[in-house]
C-alpha cells in the first residue's frame, strides 16, 4: 500500500511557474514508477508526465514537453512537476500515481496508487 499526498497548487497568472510536490509514504517508493495526470472540469483524466523507479528515464505529454519537468528525490520519497510557462488550458486539478513496472507510463488504467490532487488555475 502506497499513500500519495500533493501539495503545491495555487492560483497563477500565464507565464508563471508552479512547483508540485507529491510525497509517498508505506511500501518502498523506489519500487514504483510515478505519474502526474490532470483533470480539467469537464473534461476527462489526462496523462501529462511520469518518471521511472530511478528516476533515469523520463516522459511527457506533447502538451507540456519542454515546459513541464518531472523529477523524483527517492531519499525523501517525493515526486515532484516543475511547471514552468503556464497557460491558461493547464489548468485542473492535479493528481499523482504511483505503478509497479516501467510499461506503459501514460496509461491512467495501469497506475495503483492515487493522491487526492491540488489545483492548480493559470489565470490570464
Known amino acids: 500500500q502506497v499513500q500519495l499526498v500533493e501539495s503545491g497548487g495555487g492560483l497563477v497568472q500565464a507565464g508563471g511557474s508552479l512547483r508540485l510536490s507529491c510525497a509517498a509514504s508505506?511500501?518502498?517508493?523506489?519500487?514504483?514508477?510515478m505519474g502526474w495526470f490532470r483533470q480539467a472540469p469537464g473534461k476527462e483524466r489526462e496523462y501529462v508526465a511520469a518518471?521511472?523507479?530511478?528516476?533515469?528515464?523520463?516522459y511527457y505529454a506533447n502538451s507540456v514537453k519542454g515546459r513541464f519537468t518531472i523529477s523524483r528525490d527517492n531519499a525523501k520519497n517525493t515526486v515532484y512537476l516543475q511547471m514552468n510557462s503556464l497557460k491558461p488550458e493547464d489548468t485542473a486539478v492535479y493528481y499523482c500515481?504511483?505503478?509497479?513496472?516501467?510499461?506503459?507510463?501514460?496509461?491512467?488504467?495501469?497506475?495503483?496508487?492515487w493522491g487526492q490532487g491540488t489545483q492548480v488555475t493559470v489565470s490570464s
Open positions: 500515481a504511483a505503478k509497479q513496472g516501467i510499461s506503459a507510463l501514460s496509461d491512467i488504467r495501469e497506475y495503483d496508487y
Open positions: 508505506g511500501r518502498a517508493f523506489n519500487a514504483y514508477s
Open positions: 518518471i521511472s523507479q530511478s528516476g533515469g528515464r523520463t
